[in-house]
C-alpha cells in the first residue's frame, strides 16, 4: 500500500508570510496528488490537486508542484490569512484515484496575527 | 445540495454495545467511503463500495466492525460489541466513480465507547 510521510507537523507562520507543507509518497503508480483542509469540527475537504503529467497548479494564493522523480509533492500558501488555520492533509490514492485515500499525518497550521 | 448527511453528530455509550451510525451520500454520487480519525492514527480508511458493492474493506479493524450499503441513499457501520478503543471520529465521504475525483466528507460522527 501507499505510504505516505507529511512534514512539518506543525507550522507557524506570520498572518501575510508564506507557508509551504511537503508529502513524500512510495507508490510509484501514484498519479494524482490531492491537498484537503480540515477545519476544527468539520470533515475534510478538497482545497487543490494536481495530475501527475503536470508539474504546478496554482489557484490563487494556494499552488501545489509535484516531483514525480522524488516522489513528493507540496502544497504553497501565498500571502497567508487567519483563515487558513486549520489542518491540511495530503492524500495521495494508491491505484489512481478511484480508490479510498491514503492520508498523510496532517500538519497543524497556526497563522499567527 | 446538503452535502453529505450523517447521524448522529455524536454518540456515548458504553462497553459491549451495538453502535450504529448512518450517513447519506450527495445524490447522484455512486462511491461511498467510511473513514476514521483519531489522533493516535490520523485518518484511516475502513471501507468503500462502488454501486453499493465493498470494493475493499480491508482496513476494517475487526470483526466487530460491518458496513452495508443497501441502497444509493444510505449507508450504515456496524460495531458489535462497542469498545473503548473503538473512540474516534468517524466520516463518510462520496464521490462520483472515476479516477482523480473529489471525495465530499460529511461532518462526522464523534463516538465515545465508556
Known amino acids: 500500500g501507499e505510504n505516505v510521510e507529511q512534514h512539518p507537523s506543525t507550522l507557524s507562520v506570520q498572518e501575510g508570510d508564506s507557508a509551504v507543507i511537503k508529502c513524500t509518497y512510495s507508490d510509484s503508480a501514484s498519479n494524482y496528488f490531492p491537498w484537503y483542509k480540515q477545519e476544527l469540527g468539520k470533515g475534510p475537504q478538497l482545497i487543490i490537486d494536481i495530475r501527475s503529467n503536470v508539474g504546478e497548479k496554482k489557484d490563487q494564493r494556494i499552488a501545489v508542484t509535484l516531483n514525480k522523480t522524488a516522489k513528493h509533492f507540496s502544497l504553497h500558501i501565498t500571502e497567508t490569512q487567519p483563515e487558513d488555520s486549520a489542518v491540511y492533509f495530503c492524500?495521495?490514492?494508491?491505484?489512481?484515484?478511484?480508490?479510498?485515500?491514503?492520508f498523510g499525518k496532517g500538519t497543524h497550521l497556526i497563522i499567527q496575527p | 445540495d446538503a452535502g453529505v448527511i450523517q447521524s448522529p453528530r455524536h454518540e456515548v455509550t458504553e462497553m459491549g454495545q451495538e453502535v450504529t451510525l448512518r450517513c447519506k451520500p450527495i445524490?447522484?454520487?455512486?462511491?461511498l467511503f467510511w473513514y476514521r480519525q483519531t489522533m493516535m492514527r490520523g485518518l484511516e480508511l475502513l471501507i468503500y463500495?462502488?454501486?453499493?458493492?465493498?470494493?475493499?474493506d480491508s482496513g476494517m479493524p475487526e470483526d466487530r466492525f460491518s458496513a452495508k450499503m443497501p441502497n444509493a441513499s444510505f449507508s450504515t457501520l456496524k460495531i458489535q460489541p462497542s469498545e473503548p478503543r473503538d473512540s474516534a471520529v468517524y466520516f463518510c465521504?462520496?464521490?462520483?466513480?472515476?479516477?482523480?475525483?473529489?471525495?465530499?466528507f460529511g461532518p462526522g460522527t464523534r463516538l465515545t465507547v465508556l
Open positions: 465521504a462520496s464521490g462520483i466513480l472515476a479516477f482523480y475525483n473529489e471525495q465530499f
Open positions: 463500495f462502488n454501486n453499493n458493492v465493498p470494493i475493499d
Open positions: 492524500a495521495p490514492p494508491p491505484k489512481g484515484g478511484a480508490d479510498g485515500l491514503t
Open positions: 445524490s447522484g454520487h455512486n462511491s
